[in-house]
């Protein structure tokens, strides 16, 4: 390895990501280490499942049976490290699985895997302590619902498991970054007070961490991305510094550019001046971005405040019970019969309902994807002549959601004219599973790196009171004409000026939005007020609920990023929604209209 440089190789952004990432790093050109993230918090409930049906489950068994028994002989030719929060819940018994196969090939490498994080042990304690969630205030859930517990752990016991000469280290729940920031904290003997490398380590490990996001996957300008079919996963080629060149493998599809880049950088991002994480406070305000040459992107002005003294702690616990299904209708006023057919379904469930003596839905939703319903008041074609409909509900009960289940198909021979469906399995109710977020204390967690038969404590320092500082409001521009004299003003699209990625943190919204050119910015800054946000999302928000948006800059990138409060329906798999975690909002916000110099465009 070169002691000025490391590479970097993200070969999955998700538990299911494709069977062929890690091949493509195995080429000369290889990276010095390959790290893989799993997690989500609807996977660590997954995972708790599993765990309770079996001990010895619980992780990602495709890291085993896709990512690495395939490869570890030519991963152990090249002398790859390997970093992945593969463990889950239970990083011991994947760690023993990988171990195993590496027996059975004769292969001598190294395994280490992080304990800490789980802390399913204290639900009572926790319950007891009258804990409130960190954004609703709600009160801690009952603990014979509780399906899992775990602290979002940071970087530096990856770091120790390398030093004592890992080769491969299995974590749990840690921040998706950590995983990149731990190898960099090892090759350049990083320290804790090293903050703006910590920063710059930590936005390496955003860029990677959803794998082709950064390459071209979910890029506004998808229509210049080649060859996805083969799209290349990113690399990071960090230097001591911290800063770093994005990239990815020869002879690969996507596509390496300041856009793919600046995407991933806001993606799920809220306050850019105060990325909370384990390790240290980031300020991506001033980052930097240039194109150094086709598909290579240097990355470069990260800032770093002291690690807060706590962490972040998730716990997943079953509430009520969901289900729903997709229809199709085709022909004359497609929208309107397809409306009236789910209501239809609603009533029915409600008539049967009264007859057994259960409650009503505690929620329902209808969506009718081809008539614009995502768009609100702003929908231009609300009458189609084909579409798709989504209905949805929540019940106290698995019993309401079977009803709502079985009505809609026996009303199927009773619809107004034009439906259709794809054959297959009939739609089954399900747990509907709610994230509950918290604080402990850093002096709370008890960390250990186990390796080679051995436990190695990793306490964490204790940090520092995290506070919150207003945001900056940098130096945009302003949306003037030269010489005082007014321009002709005219209205485009958003998407023809900037490019926009969205996501989800829990039940809020992010939408990054990047000029793309910097004398768009001032136009677009003032186009887009916390107050168009809103009214472009209302129709997301409860009826009557204040909207509460909003709006941060960054100055260094040319763009802006807004943070929706409350917009998702409980999010993940607690939310009805057919788009329930905001991948698609940039989309929505990206039609929005932007007054221009003519002379601009």
């Given amino acids: 390895m070169n002691p000025n440089t490391v590479r970097i190789g993200g070969a999955s952004g998700f538990w299911g990501d494709s069977a062929h990432a890690t091949a493509q790093f195995l080429g000369d050109d290889h990276p010095d280490y390959i790290v893989y993230d799993y997690l989500a918090e609807i996977t660590m409930s997954i995972m708790a499942?599993?765990?309770?049906?079996?001990?010895?489950?619980?992780?990602?068994?495709?890291?085993?049976?896709?990512?690495?028994?395939?490869?570890?002989?030519?991963?152990?030719?090249?002398?790859?490290?390997?970093?992945?929060?593969?463990?889950?819940?239970?990083?011991?018994?994947?760690?023993k699985a990988l171990q195993s196969g590496l027996d059975e090939k004769g292969l001598n490498l190294k395994v280490a895997w992080v304990e800490g994080d789980d802390l399913i042990a204290q639900r009572e304690s926790f319950a007891g302590d009258k804990i409130t969630e960190m954004f609703s205030g709600d009160v801690f859930p009952a603990t014979d619902k509780i399906q899992s517990i775990n602290a979002y752990l940071g970087a530096f016991p990856i770091a120790e498991a390398l030093n004592?000469?890992?080769?491969?280290?299995?974590?749990?729940?840690?921040?998706?970054?950590?995983?990149?920031?731990?190898?960099?904290?090892?090759?350049?003997?990083?320290?804790?007070?090293?903050?703006?490398?910590?920063?710059?380590?930590?936005?390496?490990?955003?860029?990677?961490?959803?794998?082709?996001?950064?390459?071209?996957?979910?890029?506004?300008?998808?229509e210049d991305v080649p060859d996805r079919d083969t799209i290349g996963y990113p690399i990071a080629e960090i230097n001591a510094d911290g800063s770093f060149v994005t990239t990815k493998p020869?002879?690969?599809?996507?596509?390496?550019?300041?856009?793919?880049?600046?995407?991933?950088?806001?993606?799920?991002?809220?306050?850019?001046?105060?990325?909370?994480?384990?390790?240290?406070?980031?300020?991506?305000?001033?980052?930097?971005?240039?194109?150094?040459?086709?598909?290579?992107?240097?990355?470069?002005?990260?800032?770093?405040?002291?690690?807060?003294?706590s962490y972040k702690v998730s716990a997943t616990y079953a509430?009520?019970?969901?289900?729903?299904?997709?229809?199709?209708?085709?022909?004359?006023?497609?929208?309107?019969?397809?409306?009236?057919?789910?209501?239809s379904i609603f009533k029915a469930s409600r008539n049967t309902f009264a007859k057994q003596r259960l409650p009503d839905f505690s929620e329902t939703s209808i969506e009718l994807i081809g008539a614009e319903s995502q768009y609100g008041q702003y929908q231009e074609h609300s009458h189609c002549r084909e579409l798709i409909l989504k209905f949805a509900a929540k019940h106290p009960q698995k019993r309401g959601i079977d009803i709502m289940l079985k009505e809609s198909t026996g009303l199927g021979l009773a619809t107004p004219p034009g439906l259709s469906s794809f054959g297959g399995n009939r739609a089954k109710a399900s747990p509907e599973v709610r994230l509950f977020?918290?604080?402990?204390?850093?002096?709370?967690?008890?960390?250990?790196?186990?390796?080679?038969?051995?436990?190695?404590?990793?306490?964490?320092?204790?940090?520092?009171?995290?506070?919150?500082?207003?945001?900056?409001?940098?130096?945009?521009?302003?949306?003037?004409?030269?010489?005082?004299?007014?321009a002709k003003l005219i209205a485009v699209p958003l998407i023809e000026l900037a490019w926009g990625r969205s996501g989800d943190k829990g039940n809020k919204a992010n939408i990054g939005i990047i000029a793309r050119k910097p004398e768009y910015l001032p136009y677009i800054n003032e186009a887009l007020s916390t107050d168009v946000v809103a009214s472009r999302f209302q129709h997301f928000f409860d009826d009557g609920k204040e909207v509460n948006v909003e709006k941060f800059q960054l100055p260094g990138l040319n763009a802006i990023n807004f943070l929706l409060h409350d917009v998702l329906a409980g999010g993940g798999i607690a939310s009805l929604r057919n788009d329930p975690q905001a991948k698609g909002y940039a989309q929505l916000l990206l039609a929005c209209p932007v007054l221009i110099p003519s002379s601009l465009v």
């Fill in 250 to 309: 020869r002879n690969t599809g996507g596509l390496v550019n300041i856009g793919t880049v600046a995407e991933q950088l806001v993606y799920e991002v809220g306050d850019p001046g105060a990325y909370l994480l384990p390790d240290v406070v980031c300020d991506f305000t001033d980052v930097k971005l240039e194109q150094l040459g086709p598909d290579r992107v240097l990355v470069s002005g990260a800032k770093g405040r002291a690690a807060p003294d």
């Fill in 164 to 222: 004592r000469g890992a080769d491969i280290v299995i974590t749990g729940r840690c921040v998706d970054s950590a995983v990149t920031l731990g190898a960099c904290i090892h090759h350049f003997n990083w320290h804790r007070e090293d903050l703006d490398q910590l920063a710059l380590g930590s936005l390496a490990g955003h860029i990677l961490e959803c794998g082709p996001q950064a390459t071209g996957g979910n890029f506004t300008d998808w």
């Fill in 49 to 95: 499942r599993a765990r309770a049906k079996d001990s010895s489950m619980g992780y990602a068994v495709s890291f085993m049976t896709e990512a690495m028994l395939p490869n570890l002989h030519r991963i152990a030719e090249l002398g790859i490290k390997v970093i992945a929060n593969a463990g889950g819940v239970n990083p011991e018994a994947c760690a």
């Fill in 437 to 486: 977020s918290f604080l402990v204390p850093k002096t709370g967690i008890d960390i250990k790196v186990h390796i080679d038969g051995c436990s190695v404590a990793c306490p964490d320092p204790d940090g520092q009171a995290f506070e919150a500082k207003p945001p900056e409001s940098g130096n945009l521009g302003k949306a003037t004409s030269e010489a005082g004299v007014p």
């Fill in 319 to 343: 509430d009520q019970f969901r289900g729903g299904s997709y229809w199709t209708f085709y022909g004359v006023d497609a929208d309107k019969k397809a409306a009236a057919f789910a209501e």
